[in-house]
Each structure stands twice: as structure tokens, then as C-alpha cells.
């Protein structure tokens, strides 16, 4: 349980970082 809501907020800010990278690179 603890393992997968880890892994849901390393995915989740995985995708937020790529976005705001994006976002800089724009």
C-alpha cells in the first residue's frame, strides 16, 4: 500500500517536472 502511493507521487511529479520543463523550454 505505502509502495503504490509512492509510486503515485513519483509519477505524479514526475509528469508536473516534465511539464514545467516544457513549459521553460516554450
Known sequence: M???L???SVTRF???K???S???VA
Open 6 to 8: 509512492w509510486k503515485t
Open 14 to 16: 514526475g509528469w508536473f
Open 18 to 20: 516534465m511539464e514545467l
Open 22 to 24: 516544457e513549459g521553460s
Open 2 to 4: 505505502s509502495f503504490s
